[in-house]
């Protein structure tokens, strides 16, 4: 079975600093890994996803994630936050039978 | 324009009425998805369908039923609505056959049971 942990409900983070979003999971087979981002009172967004190659994936608003197949792990980054990135964040996996699978979510706020 | 569209917005009820919920991709997708999101904001799904057939069902009531008149509609219909059904509700589509499966999700449909 697959399954996806995001181990913190939120993080705090000051405007201008780095920003990381962890995200581990368990998969049978290769995973394919996403995230995405809701903002208040709306859908999710499609921000970035691994499912072969380089193990650095960039995507949208400059964020970027790193797929780390020893610590099956899949952490989402930013060099420097921005208040606006204030959001809830998820990441979701699946294996190539298996539907998606979500986190629970990480609630991010940018402190100006 | 919209990829994945959801009407209503907002639904008000009261328990022990039946509503629907529509759902249109324009993306030229082969599967659509249900996802219920709760009060805790956790994320679950509930249906997804592939060219008109149902893949999953993941321990849902019987009073949500999947409805698709084409493989650009998924609507949701729900009988008999309890106050537990309160939430949000997403459609999303995405690409299973040939594709990696990102799925695009709707803007959400808030519905309050009272």
């Known amino acids: 079975a697959q399954s996806v942990a995001q181990p913190e409900d939120q993080v705090n983070v000051a405007e201008g600093n780095p920003l990381t979003v962890k995200c581990t999971y368990s998969v049978s087979g290769n995973p394919y890994l996403f995230w995405y981002v809701q903002y208040p009172n709306r859908g999710l967004q499609f921000l970035l996803k691994?499912?072969?190659?380089?193990?650095l994936v960039k995507g949208s608003y400059g964020f970027e994630a790193e797929f780390n197949k020893s610590q099956t792990s899949f952490h989402l980054k930013k060099p420097s936050a921005l208040v606006s990135d204030s959001a809830l964040y998820f990441c979701a996996v699946r294996d190539p039978i298996n539907d998606m699978r979500f986190g629970a979510g990480t609630r991010l706020t940018v402190k100006p | 324009d919209t990829a994945v569209s959801q009407t209503p917005k907002y639904l008000v009820t009261q328990m022990g009425n039946d509503k629907s919920i529509k759902c249109e991709q324009n993306?030229?997708?082969?599967?659509m998805y249900w996802y219920k999101q709760d009060s805790k904001k956790f994320l679950k799904i509930m249906f997804s369908?592939?060219?008109?057939?149902?893949?999953i069902n993941e321990t849902v009531p019987n009073r949500f039923s999947p409805k698709s008149p084409d493989k650009a509609h998924l609507n949701l219909h729900i009988n008999s609505l309890e106050l537990g059904d309160s939430a949000v509700y997403f459609c999303?589509?995405?690409?299973?056959?040939?594709?990696?499966?990102?799925?695009?999700f709707g803007p959400g449909t808030r519905l309050t049971v009272l």
């Open positions: 999303a589509s995405s690409q299973r056959t040939g594709g990696t499966d990102t799925q695009y």
């Open positions: 369908y592939n060219n008109k057939e149902l893949i």
């Open positions: 993306l030229g997708h082969d599967t």
């Open positions: 691994y499912i072969t190659g380089d193990n």
